[in-house]
């Protein structure tokens, strides 16, 4: 084994800190050393002697000098992008580890509407029940005005909704947790399905919809940007809040609807589906949690960290 190899397996084995690794990943983000010694509440010179305990260690350069700025070397770069993998773990087993030793127990009532993500609930819920191995869970799908309802009944501890909704009680709280667009949707055997049609606002005005309730905040939305573009709801359609009913009406070939971008990406890519050439939806794109801030417990507390956390990572996979 070289020299150099013994020093890497020495500074992996032993010389390897935290702190190594945390000033790394900042310099990584803010690319100047003052910045970094900012960051961390320290003077450049500390900084400057970390990085150099680094390179010393491990007996090559991890940054190269260009003007007021650094550049990180290819070695660098890999102990920039590991690093910040490792320390999100790290930040991962502190939250564990900081829940379980608070003992969270108690039971969390948790409603959504049906075009929320999948993955965005079952993460959450498997980070939850790791995290509060003695509590108890409940879940409900409704539209975003009866899940509310239930809130303001103290049947529901949080809800996870399209729209932003006022007029509810003082102490209602909301929180916008990620965005993605909704867009139009056929099925691939609809008359607009074919990959290369072309679609305008005025073919979609003698279609057959299914619709979000009517009455519901997404149905006032879906409505008011149709009208908008001169399409009106007049030929008999589906209300419905079944995310599978629609699915299978979609597949049929009748309908035109809206679907969040991440699900219809998922039908697209298996050939059942067509997103049409149109502006999506943006008011609907939102996914906002509700809560009461007079009546949160530990329990629902931590779930909604969950839920925070779910949705960052559904962020970054997109």
């Known amino acids: ?73 290819g070695i660098g770069r890999v102990l920039v992008e590991r690093g910040r993998e490792i320390l999100r773990q790290i930040e991962l087993a502190r939250r564990d580890v900081s829940a379980l030793a608070a003992g969270t127990a108690g039971h969390v009532r948790f409603g959504a509407v049906v075009t929320i993500p999948q993955p965005l609930i079952a993460h959450a819920v498997e980070l939850f029940t790791r995290r509060a191995p003695t509590a108890s869970f409940s879940f409900v799908e409704a539209t975003l005005d009866r899940l509310l309802k239930m809130m303001d009944e103290g049947n529901l501890d949080l809800a996870l909704g399209r729209n932003r909704v006022a007029g509810h009680l003082p102490v209602m709280r909301h929180e916008s947790l990620h965005h993605e667009p909704f867009v139009f949707v056929v099925g691939a055997r609809h008359a607009l399905g074919g990959p290369d049609t072309p679609v305008s606002w005025d ?116």
């Open 1 to 73: 084994m070289s020299t150099t190899d013994n020093s890497i397996e020495r500074f992996f084995r032993s010389g390897l800190k935290l702190g190594h690794l945390r000033i790394l990943v900042t310099l990584g983000e803010l690319r100047q050393v003052t910045r970094v010694a900012a960051a961390f509440h320290v003077t450049q010179p500390a900084i400057s002697k970390q990085i150099a305990e680094i390179e010393e260690a491990l007996g090559t350069p991890v940054l190269r000098r260009v003007g007021n700025a650094v550049e990180l070397t």
């Open 203 to 318: 073919d979609l005005r003698e279609m057959r919809w299914i619709t979000p309730m009517r009455g519901s905040p997404a149905f006032a939305t879906m409505a008011q940007i149709l009208a908008e573009h001169g399409v009106a709801l007049q030929r008999p359609a589906i209300e419905s809040s079944s995310l599978a009913l629609n699915l299978s009406l979609l597949r049929g070939g009748d309908f035109v609807s809206i679907l969040p971008l991440s699900l219809a990406r998922r039908y697209v890519q298996r050939g059942t589906m067509r997103v049409l050439p149109l502006p999506p939806l943006a008011p609907l794109g939102e996914a906002i949690l509700y809560w009461r801030e007079d009546t949160m417990p530990p329990a629902a507390e931590l779930f909604a960290a969950c839920l925070r956390e779910s949705s960052a990572e559904l962020i970054e996979a997109n």
